[in-house]
């Protein structure tokens, strides 16, 4: 299936923060400290505080403790606020070196504490550590709008930019500075008096908000399991989900099977039990999230919008959407309703032509053919086997975890030539991750983590993030990328995976890709550092090697027998992709439709976030049995930072660029023709935030991208 929605990206406070600044890391504001006053306070007890002397400097994780992190935040605040102090201070005028660049390279020793802290958040986060994180979130934010808002900075960088077209700088200089204005602006730099107080203080609420709202949906999917106490409670399902499914409960301590909230566990099950009870169950767990007792979520996001959009007004926007989208590809919310317009209508007819199947597969079952949202997986599946002969339990013993670990290392290497090396015995923060080191010849350009199964302490979906973003100003430095998954692991037998599930890994290495390529002087514009509508490109471009058949032929081999994937098999799978797409297009792009609506009302203080959504669905016809892809009170993308926010239409916007670029590929008759790979590596992959983003796809496509080859991919065009 065509996939818009598993990745939510996450570098740290960069996806989850609070602002322009908030996702750059390393930046201060005013200070009375000065360096040497700074230095003097330094903790030699803190491994935090300490050099790294480990390998790869990473993190000291065997060192760290939750309590760590608030005294060495507290003295690094205070480093880095001293730093951009002293920049301030130089009495020679400013220049894009002595400003500009400086700024890039200050607060190096922050950002890597800044992004192991969020990283832990968000993949291995106890509860001690979630306290951390409720306690830090204001405070991360306090700092942030001290840079934003710091007078002297800004006077500074703002004379430097108004000299830019007289300046000799080259491309990624002028860009530089462009961007560092830009988020300095849209953080409330040009703001005065009250005003200027306000915007900090929204900045510092909507950090709690958003740290509060995350940790409530983990706590609610963290906590619940469905027991499957008997044979008759297990009907229908493989044994590979029953492995995984004993494999939750050994993880929880308790006897028997349990059905999780993970993605990976809770899909399945909806998608083979037999047990129409046991899905419904299910389903109302798992659509449920967020609005337990205990972790309700709802007054959370109203509260949310009502302070977006007051910041938004605070700097001149109408409402938050317009605020949002004039830093993205799409610069105004009218052109992803053109975008959507040519979807929304198409997916719904196509998704009434899915149900009319499902609802002759329930007859022909002899069950009951009222379709509800708990039957749709379960009777698509039946309708798909019969369709392409393609049996979920047949195909699954294809795609080992390591197989096709393997399989995205070798399409890798051969589209940019870089080889992925397993190194063991280094000391990680799970044991679950894994450690590859990246070479390109004998040059070691990055390290590669992979953490692919869930656990109870850790977020769900998948994300890619780093450690270290790559950088050669202040010192080269190579980046190390993490990618997460949420895989069910597979008990005593290897792990296995559904197709879906190999898209997703292979989305989440596109990411991984977009960091361990880059290429660029700045840490500013580095890795993923790039808007929203376009970070999705590298991702989903990814998916498409997942299905080429020579891939497949070589990597996907029966685990039992190690027997290769039949070509027959390939073929369905691929004819395949497009089924079901009406249902998971309108599930993906009602919650897109949802979110721009909330967006853009010029005053949501009124509004009810429950009686939204019911309000919003009916008026656009969203199916009641198809629904929403993420409820408001679990729309993570949305509301637990705001990097997603009025942009869930990303993906399908950066599906436009993917599907496109993708069919050079296959008009060359090469999936991994030497010469567009390498044009590929150079205006996508390696570019960062070097390039503007229109202009380098033009670059590498050759015009500008249409949408008919998305639509085409999705079976959309003839609906």
Known sequence: MRRTHLCQLHISSECQGGGEIAAMFYHGGSSTLTPTRQIAMTDHSNPLLRDWHTRYELPPFAQIKPEHFAPAF??????????????????????????????????????????????????????????VEREMAPLLAAHDSKVSLHGGFFARLHAVYEQSATLELNEEQQRLLRRLHTDFVRSGATLQGAARERFAAIAERLAELYTQFSQNVLADE????????????????????????????RERGVDGYVITLSRSLVQPFLTWSTRRDLRETAWRAWTSRGTTPTADNRPLAHEILVLRSEQARLLGYDNYAEYALADRMAAKPAAVYALFDQVWEPAKASAARERQALVAQAGALGEPTDIEPWDWYYLAEKVRVARYTLDDAEVKPYFSLEAMLNAMFDCANRLFGVQFVEQTGVSLYHPDVRLWEVHRGDELVG????????????????????YRRQTRNGGKAIPIVVNNNNFARGGEGATLLSFDDVRT?????GHGLHGLLSNVNYGRLSCTSVPRDYVELPSQLMENWATVPEVLAKHARHVTTNAPIPAVLIERIRASQTFNQGFETVAYASSVLIDLALHLQKDPTG?????????????????????????????????????????????????????????????????????????????????????????????????????????????????
């Open 447 to 466: 390290v590669f983590l992979g953490d692919n199964y869930a656990r109870p302490n850790k977020q769900g979906g998948a994300w890619m993030s780093v």
């Open 74 to 131: 507290a003295e690094l605040f205070a480093e880095h606020l001293a730093e951009i102090d002293t920049l301030v201070a130089n009495p020679d005028a400013p220049t894009f070196d002595n400003t500009v660049a400086a700024f890039d390279a200050a607060g190096a020793r922050l950002d890597r504490v800044r992004l192991t802290f969020g990283n832990l958040c968000a993949s291995e986060s106890p509860p001690a550590l979630q306290a």
């Open 222 to 249: 963290s906590s619940y399991q469905l027991p499957l106490t008997s044979e008759a409670d297990l009907a229908g399902l493989p044994d590979s989900i029953r492995q995984s499914a004993r494999s939750a409960a």
């Open 607 to 719: 509004i009810d976030i429950a009686s939204f959504e019911e309000d919003e669905c009916k008026r656009l016809g969203v199916p009641r049995e198809v629904g929403m892809r993420h409820r408001l009170p679990h729309f993570g993308h949305v509301f637990s930072g705001d990097y997603y926010a009025a942009g869930y239409y990303v993906y399908i916007w950066a599906e436009v660029l993917e599907a496109e670029a993708f069919d050079v590929f296959e008009e060359a008759g090469n999936a991994f023709d030497p010469s567009l790979a390498d044009k590929l590596q150079q205006y996508v992959y390696s570019a960062g935030d070097s390039r503007e983003q229109r202009a380098a796809f033009r670059a590498f496509l050759g015009r500008d991208p249409q949408a008919a080859s998305m639509l085409r991919k999705r079976g959309l065009l003839a609906a």
């Open 505 to 509: 890994l292979f989305h989440e290495f």
